[in-house]
C-alpha cells in the first residue's frame, strides 16, 4: 500500500468514530489495550499522524512527532510497571510482517515471561 488508508480502524478510532480502551493520550499519541491480547498486558501504541509503518513515519513525521512519540511509548511501560520485570515491543510491518491495520503502530507487550522472540525457528 502506497497511499494512506482513512478508513483504517485505528485511523476511525483517532477521529472517535468507534471507542478503544484507552490507557494514555497526549499530543503525538494515543495508547489503548488491544482487543485480542496475546499477553497479561498487550497495549497497542500509535501516532497521531497519518502512517502507514514505520518507515512511512520515520522518514516523513517531524522530530517533534518522532520523539513525542516514542517518548509516550517509553511512559506508557513505566506506567503499566513493566520496567522491573522487563517487555517486548513489536512494530509489524507489510506481508511478511504481518501487518493487518496500515496505520503505524507498536505492541507493548508483557505481564509474563514471554518466550523466544519467534514460536518457530526460520
Ligand atoms: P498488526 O498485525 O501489527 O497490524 O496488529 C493489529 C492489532 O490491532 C491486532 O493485535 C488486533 O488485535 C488489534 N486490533 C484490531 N482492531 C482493534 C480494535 N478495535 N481495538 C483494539 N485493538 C484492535
Known sequence: ??????????????????PCKAIYEDAYALGFHDIHP?????????????????????????AGEVTGFWRAVAKICADLGLEGN??????????????????????ILGGKSLGPMLAQAA
Open 1 to 18: 500500500m502506497t497511499v494512506y488508508d482513512d478508513s483504517n480502524v485505528f485511523a476511525r478510532m483517532l477521529r472517535e468514530e468507534i
Open 38 to 62: 496475546k499477553a497479561p498486558v498487550h497495549v497497542l501504541v500509535i501516532p497521531k499522524g497519518k502512517y502507514m509503518d514505520i518507515a512511512d513515519f520515520c522518514s516523513k513525521a517531524n
Open 86 to 107: 522487563g517487555f517486548r515491543i513489536i512494530a509489524n510491518a507489510g506481508a511478511n510482517g504481518g501487518q493487518e491495520v496500515p496505520h503505524f503502530h507498536v505492541h
